[in-house]
């Protein structure tokens, strides 16, 4: 049932899903209606992206939610480029889920998010990352450590360059800034889009010097 | 789109309309409103939702009714007993608003608690707009000691300007009901003003904070900007329209650009656009930075006078933010609908203010054509494409409002808006950046004053460019209300147009439209001769529409008044909303002041067929202006004698009975018996306008078969009636076009009804050549 302030905000912003635009329960958490919920939350069976790298790999195991297409993907859009935030609880949700079913997750010390760039991060106003780790840690009661990581360069947007240039271009951009806070820790790793893997890959290699004992990556899509 | 909401919305709008047309009791209403709204609560509760909602929205009306008749008609009966009693009396009250400084006077708004007269003291509760102004303005002025929340005790007369009784005609008495305002007090001395203490509450800690900014803003604006400049900007930016000189005004309304000098959605805008920017430029959160926004907005809106135009904008602001914080969708319409709920319920009469209907038009047509027009036009750059997008949208909204208040339509408006809005979003950012810089140093304030000074003289000087361009607006009569209408559903027909079978569709159904309007309104023929005797003072005003749909104008009333234009006030806004094309036939009965000033806005306005004159010899500024404008613009013009006999149309005789002869000398006793006199003649029916002929004429008169239904009574009823004169017409009815006129004249007309305007107002004649009827405004008595 939703509460009478819920009906008071449905009255003056009503609710509607995001992916297809249908009227919403004033009560809905996650801003999908139960069709596109449905599609978007279907077992896509545990998929396991091969790291595709020729320098060395730094995490341990690397899995993610789904595949980057269809309302995954539309849903991933509408965070970062039209401030959507509030889908990542739904996606966050999802997260969850598979963590459940896939991770164990009482071996894991701390939940980390892949970082933004500090003036890129104040441009977009929130990281998608730690919005959508917010909801994971709040849900298994793990500690969110969202500023030892750091990415100190600006770099360009990964999505544009090729396989090279993707090293290149993130190379030395991740930093910790207390490794003692990692020191034999075991940590999950979280980042919405995962295509070559260079990203996690770089940020693992940090986690990695910092003395984590086993780091796990979680991303939410998939891309090829 | 929250359809409830809008439903709401629209409920409450009908029953405001009709408690504005309709009496009702307030009381009744009230209770009736709960018990229905009860019945709905209840009919929900047993699953019977659509006939539940059909009986919350009559719920809805209800509350809309009884509520406007509770704010409309207590407000201000409290204060009428002295209204107008030309009797000082003492007000002790609490200063209500911040004192607006003119150049010539100090306004504030005093709540009255208590009011003194010769009978003793009366606790009377009510609203009142006082006006300080010493005759020798520049020195006491300055010193001029009171301000917000001072208690103060002062000698004065309360009034109200007279009603208006003229259809069409601006009605400042209703004007002020509607902000509460139940009487003007003026105060000349300063020793009839005294403070006596104060009143002072924790929560006026708002509203003084915002008058200490607004303080603050004028002195930044004075000090960076010389006149006019400094002016215009307080205009664009504090809505401060009174302070801005009435020649630029003037430009303004003419280009359609009016609304820069009303705070509203552009200067709303900018100014959140502004502020988000700038608290996202130095790193607030952004949630944070929409919550400081929307306080920015609010107090924005306040320090500009809180005008529905400001408030409508500073709400949907505030909403669309909320949905950002609450990280909800935006919809405009829901903001628009809500911000419309909030002001109708803080003040219910606001929907008859044009500001009100002006801003929600313009928005209402931003929203629903805009994003249509920018799918037609995509192109770059994109911002010049939003502005003419929006611009546009914007008069497509507020055309027909524009028309029905002010008469006049602005053919440059689109282009200069698009040419114009840019500079106001530079100036309205360098005025903010000025204020804000002024707190480090004059010479700051003066640099950035050098820049907008130069900016804003440009901006005038556009503006003054397009309104000197011929056709820059034209005049036009008040649309009828099917026509407004019928506009309204076209254009918001044209946005829902899709394929080309829909253009065939409506273009038949304009195309029917049209053919029945036009038929319609060139076929209907009535057979009904219409007078109307306008309510101008001591003065003559009559118009006539004969049954062949042509009509004539006797005389335009007129006053001593220098800042008064009867014409421009009263004639040309009468003329306008009984939509006359144009003026067939115009006559001066003779060349006095009351009976001529009125004309002259007339022939400068309106396509004149023919005048009519006595022919007198008269020196006067204004008959020679008269004489010009027909010589310039070609009108013909027949000067008239006795004897003169003309036929209007199949049925309506005009037989002219005087003068003779033109008494040459130049007296005012002989300039009033030169006047033309006219009978007409309809059916059964027949009339006669006297002019302003005495004694003497009229028993000339007396001779001739002169015997009337209705007589216009000679001279406004001033001086004797000859009773030779009165048994020879024998009226049934008599008409006395006066402010004031002598007892002993009524006792002259004691055999016939008698109809002042003095006491009806605007007094209208219909006959079909055997029966009449006559109509007033107000009660006759």
Same mark, same amino acid.
């Given at each position: 049932?939703?509460?009478?302030? !819920?009906? %008071?905000?449905?009255?003056?912003?009503?609710?509607?899903?995001?992916?297809?635009?249908?009227?919403?329960?004033?009560?809905?958490?996650?801003?999908?209606?139960?069709?596109?919920? !449905?599609?978007?939350?279907?077992?896509?069976?545990?998929?396991?992206?091969?790291?595709?790298?020729?320098?060395?790999?730094?995490?341990?195991?690397?899995?993610?939610?789904?595949?980057? !297409?269809? %309302?995954?993907?539309?849903?991933?859009?509408?965070?970062?480029?039209?401030?959507?935030?509030?889908?990542?609880?739904?996606?966050?949700?999802?997260?969850?889920?598979?963590?459940?079913?896939?991770?164990?997750?009482?071996?894991?010390?701390?939940?980390?998010?892949?970082?933004?760039?500090?003036?890129?991060?104040?441009?977009?106003?929130?990281?998608?990352?730690?919005?959508?780790?917010?909801?994971?840690?709040?849900?298994?009661?793990?500690?969110?450590?969202?500023?030892?990581?750091?990415?100190?360069?600006?770099?360009?947007?990964?999505?544009?360059?090729?396989?090279?240039?993707?090293?290149?271009?993130?190379?030395?951009?991740?930093?910790?800034?207390?490794?003692?806070?990692?020191?034999?820790?075991?940590?999950?790793?979280?980042?919405?889009?995962?295509?070559?893997?260079?990203?996690?890959?770089?940020?693992?290699?940090?986690?990695?010097?910092?003395?984590?004992?086993?780091?796990?990556?979680?991303?939410?899509?998939?891309?090829? | 789109?929250?359809?409830?909401?809008?439903?709401?919305?629209?409920?409450?709008?009908?029953?405001?309309?009709?408690?504005?047309?309709?009496?009702?009791?307030?009381?009744?209403?009230?209770?009736?409103?709960?018990?229905?709204?009860?019945?709905?609560?209840?009919?929900?509760?047993?699953?019977?939702?659509? #006939?539940?909602?059909?009986?919350?929205?009559?719920?809805?009306?209800?509350?809309?009714?009884?509520?406007?008749?509770?704010?409309?008609?207590?407000?201000?009966?409290?204060?009428?007993?002295?209204?107008?009693?030309?009797?000082?009396?003492?007000?002790?009250?609490?200063?209500?608003?911040?004192?607006?400084?003119?150049?010539?006077?100090?306004?504030?708004?005093?709540?009255?608690?208590?009011?003194?007269?010769?009978?003793?003291?009366?606790?009377?509760?009510?609203?009142?707009?006082?006006?300080?102004?010493?005759?020798?303005?520049?020195?006491? /002025?300055?010193?001029?000691?009171?301000?917000?929340?001072?208690?103060?005790?002062?000698?004065?007369?309360?009034?109200?300007?007279?009603?208006?009784?003229?259809?069409?005609?601006?009605?400042?008495?209703?004007?002020?009901?509607?902000?509460?305002?139940?009487?003007?007090?003026?105060?000349?001395?300063?020793?009839?003003?005294?403070?006596?203490?104060?009143? +002072?509450?924790?929560?006026?800690?708002?509203?003084?904070?915002?008058?200490?900014?607004?303080?603050?803003?004028?002195?930044?604006?004075?000090?960076?900007?010389?006149?006019?400049?400094?002016?215009?900007?307080?205009?664009?930016?504090?809505?401060?329209?009174?302070?801005?000189?009435?020649?630029?005004?003037?430009?303004?309304?003419?280009?359609?650009?009016?609304?820069?000098?009303?705070?509203?959605?552009?200067?709303?805008?900018?100014?959140?656009?502004?502020?988000?920017?700038?608290?996202?430029?130095?790193?607030?959160?952004?949630?944070?930075?929409? /919550?400081?926004?929307?306080?920015?907005?609010?107090?924005?809106?306040?320090?500009?006078?809180?005008?529905?135009?400001?408030?409508?904008?500073?709400?949907?602001?505030?909403?669309?933010?909320?949905?950002?914080?609450?990280?909800?969708?935006?919809?405009?319409?829901?903001? #628009?609908?809500?911000?419309?709920?909030?002001?109708?319920?803080?003040?219910?009469?606001?929907?008859?203010?044009?500001?009100?209907?002006?801003?929600?038009?313009?928005?209402?047509?931003? =929203?629903?054509?805009?994003?249509?027009?920018?799918?037609?036009?995509?192109?770059?750059?994109?911002?010049?494409?939003?502005?003419?997008?929006?611009?546009?949208?914007?008069?497509?909204?507020?055309?027909?409002?524009?028309?029905?208040?002010?008469?006049?339509?602005? =053919?440059?408006?689109?282009?200069?808006?698009?040419?114009?809005?840019?500079?106001?979003?530079?100036?309205?950012?360098?005025?903010?950046?000025?204020?804000?810089?002024?707190?480090?140093?004059?010479?700051?304030?003066?640099?950035?004053?050098?820049?907008?000074?130069?900016?804003?003289?440009?901006?005038?000087?556009?503006?003054?460019?397009?309104?000197?361009?011929?056709?820059?607006?034209? +005049?036009?009569?008040?649309?009828?209300?099917?026509?407004?209408?019928?506009?309204?559903?076209?254009?918001?027909?044209?946005?829902?147009?899709?394929?080309?079978?829909?253009?065939?569709?409506?273009?038949?159904? #304009?195309?029917?439209?049209?053919?029945?309007?036009?038929? +319609?309104?060139?076929?209907?023929?009535?057979?009904?001769?219409?007078?109307?005797?306008?309510?101008?003072?001591?003065?003559?005003?009559?118009?006539?529409?004969?049954?062949?749909?042509?009509?004539?104008?006797?005389?335009?009333?007129?006053?001593?008044?220098?800042?008064?234009?009867?014409?421009?006030?009263?004639?040309?806004?009468?003329?306008?909303?009984?939509?006359?094309?144009?003026?067939?036939?115009?006559?001066?009965?003779?060349?006095?002041?009351?009976?001529?000033?009125?004309?002259?806005?007339?022939?400068? +306005?309106?396509?004149?067929?023919?005048?009519?004159?006595?022919?007198?010899?008269?020196?006067?500024?204004?008959?020679?202006?008269?004489?010009?404008?027909?010589?310039?613009?070609?009108?013909?013009?027949?000067?008239?004698?006795?004897?003169?006999?003309?036929?209007?149309?199949?049925?309506?005789?005009?037989?002219?009975?005087?003068? #003779?002869?033109?008494?040459?000398?130049?007296?005012?006793?002989?300039?009033?018996?030169?006047?033309?006199?006219?009978?007409?003649?309809?059916?059964?029916?027949?009339?006669?306008?006297?002019?302003?002929?005495?004694?003497?004429?009229?028993?000339?008169?007396?001779?001739?078969?002169?015997?009337?239904?209705?007589?216009?009574?000679?001279?406004?009823?001033?001086?004797?009636?000859?009773?030779?004169?009165?048994?020879?017409?024998?009226?049934?009815?008599?008409?006395?076009?006066?402010?004031?006129?002598?007892?002993?004249?009524?006792?002259?007309?004691?055999?016939?009804?008698?109809?002042?305007?003095?006491?009806?107002?605007?007094?209208?004649?219909?006959?079909?050549?055997?029966?009449?009827?006559?109509?007033?405004?107000?009660?006759?008595?």
């Amino acid at each position: 049932m939703p509460t009478v302030w !819920e009906y %008071i905000l449905n009255f003056m912003y009503p609710l509607y899903c995001e992916v297809c635009g249908r009227a919403l329960a004033a009560d809905n958490k996650r801003r999908l209606c139960s069709y596109c919920w !449905e599609k978007v939350s279907l077992p896509n069976s545990p998929y396991c992206p091969r790291p595709d790298i020729k320098s060395r790999v730094y995490f341990n195991q690397v899995r993610a939610v789904g595949k980057y !297409e269809g %309302i995954l993907k539309q849903c991933i859009h509408l965070v970062k480029y039209k401030k959507k935030t509030a889908l990542t609880r739904a996606l966050s949700e999802l997260m969850v889920g598979h963590i459940k079913n896939h991770f164990d997750i009482d071996k894991i010390d701390y939940l980390i998010p892949v970082p933004l760039y500090r003036r890129q991060y104040r441009k977009r106003g929130f990281n998608q990352t730690e919005l959508l780790i917010d909801g994971i840690g709040k849900h298994f009661n793990k500690k969110v450590i969202n500023n030892n990581l750091k990415r100190i360069k600006n770099t360009k947007p990964q999505y544009k360059l090729n396989k090279d240039a993707r090293i290149e271009n993130l190379r030395d951009s991740f930093f910790v800034r207390k490794p003692g806070v990692f020191g034999k820790k075991s940590v999950l790793l979280i980042d919405d889009v995962y295509t070559t893997g260079t990203t996690v890959n770089e940020c693992s290699k940090v986690l990695y010097k910092a003395g984590v004992r086993l780091i796990n990556v979680l991303v939410l899509a998939h891309g090829s | 789109m929250n359809k409830s909401l809008i439903g709401i919305v629209v409920a409450y709008i009908t029953g405001i309309i009709s408690a504005y047309f309709f009496n009702f009791p307030y009381k009744e209403m009230g209770l009736l409103a709960i018990f229905v709204f009860l019945l709905s609560l209840f009919l929900f509760e047993r699953k019977r939702f659509l #006939l539940g909602l059909i009986i919350f929205y009559l719920a809805v009306i209800l509350t809309g009714i009884g509520y406007y008749e509770y704010r409309a008609r207590c407000s201000s009966s409290l204060i009428s007993p002295f209204l107008n009693t030309k009797k000082e009396v003492i007000i002790r009250g609490t200063i209500k608003s911040d004192i607006d400084i003119r150049p010539d006077r100090r306004i504030f708004l005093l709540k009255s608690e208590s009011i003194q007269d010769s009978k003793g003291s009366h606790l009377v509760k009510g609203k009142l707009q006082v006006t300080y102004a010493p005759g020798d303005f520049s020195s006491r /002025l300055d010193d001029f000691p009171f301000q917000y929340r001072d208690t103060v005790e002062m000698k004065g007369r309360i009034y109200l300007s007279r009603d208006i009784t003229v259809p069409g005609v601006f009605d400042y008495r209703k004007y002020l009901q509607r902000q509460g305002i139940s009487g003007l007090v003026f105060v000349r001395d300063a020793d009839k003003i005294t403070k006596i203490g104060h009143n +002072y509450r924790a929560l006026d800690f708002f509203n003084r904070s915002v008058i200490a900014i607004r303080y603050r803003l004028s002195k930044v604006i004075s000090q960076s900007l010389p006149e006019p400049e400094a002016s215009v900007l307080s205009g664009i930016l504090l809505g401060r329209r009174k302070a801005v000189p009435l020649e630029i005004q003037d430009a303004f309304s003419d280009t359609g650009m009016m609304h820069m000098l009303a705070v509203s959605g552009l200067h709303v805008g900018l100014v959140a656009a502004i502020f988000l920017l700038f608290f996202r430029r130095i790193y607030i959160p952004h949630k944070t930075g929409a /919550l400081l926004t929307i306080a920015v907005v609010f107090i924005y809106a306040f320090i500009t006078g809180a005008r529905p135009s400001a408030m409508r904008a500073a709400i949907m602001a505030g909403v669309a933010l909320v949905a950002f914080v609450l990280e909800r969708d935006k919809n405009f319409y829901n903001s #628009l609908a809500i911000a419309c709920l909030f002001i109708l319920i803080v003040n219910p009469l606001d929907l008859f203010n044009v500001g009100f209907q002006l801003s929600f038009s313009a928005t209402l047509a931003i =929203l629903y054509f805009a994003p249509k027009i920018q799918k037609i036009l995509p192109l770059k750059p994109q911002w010049l494409f939003n502005i003419i997008a929006v611009t546009t949208s914007a008069q497509i909204g507020v055309i027909p409002i524009v028309a029905c208040y002010f008469n006049k339509v602005s =053919l440059v408006g689109i282009l200069s808006n698009i040419i114009i809005i840019p500079f106001v979003g530079i100036i309205v950012g360098i005025g903010l950046f000025t204020f804000f810089v002024s707190f480090l140093g004059i010479f700051f304030v003066q640099v950035l004053g050098f820049v907008n000074g130069l900016l804003i003289s440009g901006m005038v000087g556009i503006i003054k460019f397009f309104s000197g361009l011929p056709y820059a607006f034209v +005049y036009v009569c008040t649309p009828s209300i099917i026509f407004m209408g019928s506009y309204y559903i076209f254009a918001g027909w044209i946005g829902q147009l899709k394929s080309f079978k829909d253009f065939k569709k409506f273009g038949f159904v #304009l195309l029917i439209t049209l053919v029945i309007w036009f038929s +319609y309104s060139k076929l209907a023929r009535s057979d009904k001769l219409s007078v109307t005797f306008l309510d101008v003072g001591q003065g003559d005003a009559v118009f006539l529409e004969f049954p062949d749909r042509s009509n004539m104008l006797i005389d335009g009333g007129g006053t001593l008044s220098s800042n008064f234009s009867i014409g421009e006030r009263i004639i040309l806004p009468f003329l306008w909303h009984k939509r006359v094309p144009k003026i067939n036939r115009m006559v001066l009965t003779h060349p006095h002041y009351n009976h001529l000033d009125g004309l002259l806005d007339v022939l400068k +306005y309106f396509k004149v067929g023919k005048v009519f004159i006595n022919g007198q010899n008269y020196i006067s500024g204004e008959y020679r202006e008269f004489l010009d404008i027909i010589e310039k613009k070609h009108i013909p013009m027949e000067i008239l004698r006795a004897s003169v006999e003309m036929t209007i149309g199949n049925d309506i005789v005009w037989k002219v009975l005087n003068p #003779l002869d033109l008494d040459k000398s130049d007296t005012d006793r002989a300039i009033d018996n030169n006047s033309i006199v006219s009978r007409f003649i309809y059916g059964d029916f027949s009339m006669l306008f006297t002019g302003d002929i005495r004694e003497e004429i009229q028993n000339e008169l007396a001779r001739q078969a002169i015997r009337s239904t209705v007589l216009q009574v000679p001279n406004h009823a001033k001086g004797k009636i000859s009773q030779r004169f009165l048994l020879k017409v024998n009226p049934e009815c008599v008409i006395i076009s006066a402010e004031t006129y002598g007892e002993n004249a009524l006792g002259d007309l004691r055999n016939s009804a008698i109809y002042s305007t003095s006491s009806c107002g605007t007094i209208v004649l219909a006959t079909d050549g055997q029966t009449y009827h006559i109509s007033t405004v107000k009660e006759n008595h």
